[in-house]
């Protein structure tokens, strides 16, 4: 019998346990031993039913994510499937945890499924940029309908027991102990004689379809998709399911899933499926360092990310103290909370109660001495590092011994700031982004001195307040907007060279971007980005070097917040200004720029390739862990979407002998100050390797 899947009877009931930690995954080793266990039960006079069940903390959850880089070992998924359909005595899917993927594909094609209250089904295949490839565009349209089956698919998000009971996906909610239950049920269909209800013999109501059903339904999930693959052929694959018989149908979803396993947008997602994962790990701070408590945190700067980052805490139950300089600023930082919670009421998304109760957990105050019982302290007043330091010194006189004292800074350097206390190894950097309630980044800068159980406890917050937490070391911009300023400078440089922001933002946009660079400059403030500039110690000796920023600042020309910057803007829309491409047709005569028919690929390139190489120095410099660390940093907070794995994963689909060809190209027009290669590139361009296989190889 196999390892990872038995065969054993409970009276004639026979019992399939897969046993494959952590999550049950489908291995090869699973499916072989499913095609075994079956093959017995088929055999075994003694067993009139099979109960398909799995040990440890979850029901299948799909496909062995690891094996898709590998060939295709059989018996692949469909064919066990269609083997567990085909059993003349019937089989029940008992489940509990989650059964996604491959692992609710294999529960569908049991005649029957039960699950515990907290269990949840889902095919969230198209988070991984494919399609549910064993059958599951097909039946889960028979079990729920072709538009829950839809909704399900694109969304990739799992349904509760209790919903996908509703649906008709789930036969039966087990109260108690599943094994017992799920046994139970078996018994009863033998008891009333009821035999396998194969799935796949259930007709679809098509006739019940608007004659326009697949149109409108592509228009309503167009904004949320675009640039994805996987959606269009997942509703390819049910519209299929809806016109062709069965069999037919099921080779078109095996080809359509063959074309999404092999695109570099399935192979992006897979990598950030793991990325995600690998983030958490830190070599020198393993899993079981012990954590501080936190049970309470105070915020000192209650303007919009001050505001923001308070309301992560109260969104999970933990009370937070706001506070500011004077009583205007904390109303009005206040009113800022009290109108971020009432857009989300107003949708129906969060009740009025839950609104009400997070507010209660924030506690407005104008004194420091009201901090001196929270257990964190973060910092978000102005980025100044005279300011910066001025609160650090005072937190250091309030705050209890043992508080995590953290600052909000973007780009200043944290060891400086921890040396404005007498306990530097109690400071870090807790750099989130704008909407601070919004974005899923945060960013945890480790300072030279910062404590193990600080980084720790950092880590475990980030878990905490659902956001993706990415240990960084300390340097100017830290990782995030330090691979940004080069991005944005080659933005500003093109627009000298003729190239009109929205031109370069719209080649952008359609890049993947959620935003080009110009309309992100002017939503951030370009006052922000002048102000940087002037405080960057390093700033490269370059007059041309953002110089249309410095501009149109000097003009008052902020960005949206004061209605114009490199746009003009009607309300919150961006209208291209002539005036901006005058003033830098002007600028590039005075700094002696030529005038450049740039190509789209070119402004891709450029953009893109000047924030690799900015990364491979990153990496060289220990600044970051991982490649992979910097592709979640820029998914999570950056608006690069996930089909492009973010920028280092994006170099290694180009192959880094492509990127430093490109850093060649633009060194031999520019000279060497931007366009030097990393060393690290330099390497591995040579060598033919990914910034993936480095990672690996160096263990
Ligand atoms: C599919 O099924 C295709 C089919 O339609 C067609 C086939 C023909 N494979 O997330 P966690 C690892 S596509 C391999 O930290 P949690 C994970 O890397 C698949 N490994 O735990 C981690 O490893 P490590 C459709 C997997 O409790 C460890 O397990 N299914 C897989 O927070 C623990 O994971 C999905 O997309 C996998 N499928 O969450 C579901 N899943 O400890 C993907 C996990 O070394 N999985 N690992 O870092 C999940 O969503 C979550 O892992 C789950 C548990 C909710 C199950």
Redesign the pocket.
């Known amino acids: 019998m196999s390892e990872v899947v038995s065969y054993a009877r409970d009276g004639r009931i026979a019992i399939i346990m897969v046993d494959n930690p952590?999550?049950n995954?489908?291995?090869l080793p699973v499916r072989q031993g499913l095609a075994q266990s079956f093959q017995t039960f088929m055999a075994d006079p003694a067993a009139l039913a099979a109960v398909l069940i799995c040990n440890g903390?979850?029901f299948i959850?799909?496909?062995?994510?690891?094996?898709?880089d590998k060939p295709i070992e059989e018996p692949?998924?469909?064919k066990v499937i269609h083997q567990i359909e085909d059993c003349t005595k019937p089989v029940v899917a008992a489940i509990h945890?989650?059964a996604?993927?491959?692992?609710l594909?294999t529960a569908m094609a049991c005649h029957y499924r039960v699950a515990v209250a907290s269990a949840?089904v889902g095919?969230?295949?198209v988070?991984?940029g494919?399609?549910?490839?064993?059958t599951?565009t097909q039946r889960l349209p028979r079990l729920a309908g072709v538009r829950t089956a839809l909704d399900a698919m694109i969304s990739?998000k799992?349904l509760s027991a209790a919903a996908a009971h509703q649906k008709g996906i789930v036969d039966q909610v087990i109260d108690g102990d599943l094994k017992a239950g799920a046994v139970a049920f078996a018994e009863e269909l033998l008891k009333g004689g009821k035999g396998p209800r194969v799935i796949r013999n259930i007709k679809i109501d098509a006739a019940s379809l608007t004659p326009n059903f697949f149109a409108d339904y592509r228009k309503s999930i167009a904004r949320d998709t675009r640039g994805f693959f996987a959606p269009e052929q997942i509703v390819k694959c049910v519209e299929a399911a809806v016109s062709l018989p069965y069999f037919d149908a099921v080779k078109r979803e095996n080809e359509l899933?063959m074309q999404c396993?092999n695109s570099s947008q399935s192979k992006a997602q897979r990598h950030l499926?793991?990325a995600?994962?690998?983030v958490?790990?830190i070599p020198d701070v393993p899993k079981d360092t012990p954590a501080r408590t936190i049970k309470k945190v105070a915020v000192v700067g209650g303007g919009t990310m001050g505001g923001g980052i308070a309301m992560n805490f109260a969104n999970v139950g933990i009370p937070v103290i706001l506070k500011e300089v004077n009583q205007e600023a904390l109303d009005r930082g206040m009113n800022i909370i009290r109108s971020n919670y009432e857009g989300p009421v107003k949708k129906g998304k969060l009740s009025q109660a839950q609104m009400d109760k997070c507010m209660a957990l924030i506690q407005p105050t104008l004194n420091y001495a009201d901090l001196s019982d929270a257990d964190l302290v973060i910092e978000a007043v102005f980025e100044t590092m005279a300011v910066k330091m001025e609160v650090f010194g005072k937190l250091d006189e309030v705050c209890k011994v043992g508080a995590i004292l953290a600052s909000n800074t973007s780009t200043l350097n944290v060891d400086e700031i921890a040396a404005s206390t007498k306990r530097p190894a109690d400071v870090i950097g807790l750099h989130f982004f704008a909407p601070a309630n919004v974005m899923t980044l945060l960013e945890i800068v480790r300072g030279a001195k910062t404590a193990k159980d600080v980084v720790a406890t950092c880590m475990a917050l980030a878990k905490t307040i659902r956001k993706m937490g990415v240990l960084v070391r300390v340097c100017f911009g830290f990782v995030g907007n330090r691979m940004y300023f080069p991005y944005i400078r080659e933005a500003q440089r093109m627009m000298l060279e003729g190239v009109a922001p929205e031109r370069l933002d719209r080649v952008v946009y359609e890049w993947g971007m959620a935003m080009g660079p110009h309309g992100v400059s002017d939503l951030s403030g370009l006052d922000v980005f002048d102000k940087l500039n002037k405080e960057w110690k390093d700033k490269p000796n370059d007059p041309a070097y953002c110089r249309m920023i410095g501009l149109l600042v000097a003009k008052g020309r902020l960005g949206q917040k004061s209605g114009a910057g490199i746009y003009k803007y009607e309300g919150r829309n961006p209208v291209p200004d002539p005036e901006v491409m005058k003033l830098a047709r002007q600028e590039a005569t005075a700094l002696k720029i030529p005038q450049l028919e740039i190509s789209d690929e070119e402004i891709i390139e450029r953009l893109f390739i000047a924030m690799i190489n900015e990364g491979a120095l990153i990496l060289d410099e220990g600044i970051a862990m991982r490649p992979s660390d910097i592709d979640v940093v820029y998914c999570h907070g950056y608006g690069m979407p996930r089909y492009r794995g973010g920028p280092m994963q994006y170099a290694d689909s180009l192959g880094l002998g492509r990127v430093h060809s490109a850093m060649q190209k633009y060194r031999a027009r520019y000279g060497d100050l931007y366009w030097t290669p990393a060393p690290l590139i330099e390497k591995l361009a040579k060598s033919g390797k990914t910034f993936a296989q480095w990672n690996a190889e160096r263990g």
Not at 61 to 68: C, K, P, R, S
Not at 100 to 103: A, Y
């Open positions: 952590p999550v995954a489908l291995s903390r979850t959850a799909g496909a062995d994510i690891t094996e898709f692949w998924l469909p945890g989650t996604l993927g491959g692992g594909e949840q095919l969230p295949e988070s991984l494919l399609l549910p490839g064993a599951g990739g799992p899933f396993m499926f793991f995600e994962r690998e958490a790990k």
